[in-house]
């Protein structure tokens, strides 16, 4: 707060005890948002005798971890499922990001200015419009059902928005560094290697935690070219959930399993995970 | 600038990025048209031309139209609520309160989470059970807090059970809202404010009368977000109440049609449609964007 609001806060005397009182709403709002997390957690850690949708606000009587150990039972082929397929799809697309990045930062090559666009109009469609050519495809080169294939499938569809976050943040990279690595001869490669690439470690989080979470939480690729083998948790969680069989208190401990992982992200790197959504803030 | 070994060399790095992105993109959306063009039923491919047929057909098609009609309920409650709150906890974060930061990731966190988690929570959330010894969910919250007016049936109300879908997504991207419009309230400066105080306007006037107006951009650039959003809104929808007709959406039904019911030329004209009404929305914005950024 500057010196000057200070002052003028301090003037309106009253005006600013009243202030507290918007705390109010803020706290409610908190409540809303705790909701769904409550309700997640108090269901998990209920017995399986004391579970019923009537007492579903009620806390448990203790903390048993029976929906969990069932919940996980399920889930645990397709947790390691999203798991081994989400980490190399961000390495990989943080690493192809960054390459491009550099290059469309630092060098305009003829119909450059067309490539920035075109890549930002493909971070938008609706995946519905590729989606039939992607599964046929996918099938083609024998990559159906198999979670390389999800992979690739990530990784490509995560070059426009990794390559437009690092393009935005070499963008800010000042010109004297890299003139004065010319001066001293260094190559399209010795600048990335020597100047850009030891400064992006800002930008690698952000775009590694984008990526992780987004292909953590896709649904659709996932449901249209994965078989049940390879389903990752989201499609599991979904079939488990549609399923009668499943009570819903195991549905709601899988959740809480399915979340926990991009919610550990958020709130260990929650800062990092925010500048990537400002970075990104074009994209849904 | 470069020698021009190390330009060739710059090229090539990008060139397979620029072939994936054309052809998986673009590529793929032009044979997403062929195909929408056919007949293509069952499992081989058959590229036979059909003309506008797809289309035709899906403009008179009871399904689409109740397609239509969803979209339309979903995006005006998701996008309108959207927008008041987090316009709302913006305005309220942004008296520099005790507490901001806690509040700020707080209210930010459901979009760490998968449509299909809130989904599958939300689902039992909106439990839409009736009869007094059967309520549970939020019907159950407001019989013990008294306001058992509030009690409905969320997503089988009748006719309007989407706005009852566009609640949890809502829950999930208010907080992104917020954080748009907080980043433009801290882009106003504090001198406009303190001579409009100066001026002896009220608090409420600031808002009303400077701060909002100055808004208008990014309320611009929250709707084109969120309306594309839903657009494509689909995981969420699958998991509250599973592909049901009343709560039907295009892309529940390209989905349906192509690998289900193996109608390709269908499904390809929906997601044909899809794209041409996000496109609509998006290409102005980026156009006008890109254009003001390069004037910067």
Redesign the interface.
Known sequence: ??N??RI?AFRQGR?YQA??L??I??IL??I?????LY??LVTGFKSFDEVS??T??NLPSGIHFDNYIEAFDKLKPHLWNSLIMVIPAAIISSI?GS??GF??A??R?PGSKF????????M??????????????MKNIGLAGSIPGLVLVHV??G??IT?LTFYGYYMTVPKELVEAA?IDGA???G?YWNIFLPVSAPAFVVVLIWQF?SA?????FA??LTGNKSWPV?VA??NM??SQIIA?NV??A??LL??LP??L???FL?RY??RG??AG???? | ???R???L???L??LP??I??GI??????A??VR?SFSDWKGLT?DYTFAGLRNYFNLFVDPRFHVDVRNTVIFTVVFVLGALA?GL??AI??D?????EAF?R?????????????????????M?PALSA?????FN??FH?LGLDFLINQWHLTPNYGMAAIALPAI?QMS??TM??YL?GLRAVP?ELR?AA?VDGAS?FQIYRRIILPLLWPVTL?AVI??G??S??V??LI??VA?KQLPLDV??IY??QT??DGLF?GR??S???L??IS??VL??PY?YYS?RSEGEE
Not at chain 2, 24 to 29: N, P, Q, S
Not at chain 2, 95 to 99: F, K, T
Not at chain 2, 105 to 125: D, E, H, N, Q, Y
Request: glycine share 8%; net charge positive.
């Open positions: 707060m500057s000057n609001s003028s005006r202030r507290y918007l705390l709403p803020l709002m908190t809303f948002y705790l909701i769904p309700v997640m949708l009537q579903m606000w192809i390459i491009n290059v469309l630092r060098w090559f490539v920035l666009p075109l890549l930002l109009f493909g938008f469609i609706p995946y519905q419009s590729v989606i039939i050519p992607l599964a046929v495809f490509i569809y070059i426009p390559t010319k190559g399209l490669i600048t979470t953590w939480n896709d649904f659709l449901v249209v989201t969680l979904q959930a549609g819903w549905q709601m899988g959740s399915a979340a991009t919610l992200v958020y709130i929650g995970f925010l959504l400002m803030s074009l994209k849904g | 600038m470069f020698a070994k190390d330009k060399f710059g090229f790095l990008v990025s620029i994936a992105v998986f993109v673009y590529g793929f959306i044979w997403s195909v491919p709150i709302s906890l309220l974060l008296q520099r309160l005790p507490g509040f990731s707080l209210f930010l966190f459901p979009m760490a989470i998968s449509f299909i988690v809130t989904g599958v929570v939300w689902r039992w959330l439990n010894d059967r309520l549970s969910g159950l919250l013990n829950w907080g992104y954080a748009l980043g504090e303190e105080r608090e650039s977000i969120l594309h959003i657009l494509k689909f995981d699958i998991a599973g295009p892309s390209m989905w192509t690998f390709y499904g390809a929906i997601g044909i899809l794209l996000v496109a998006i290409i980026l890109l």
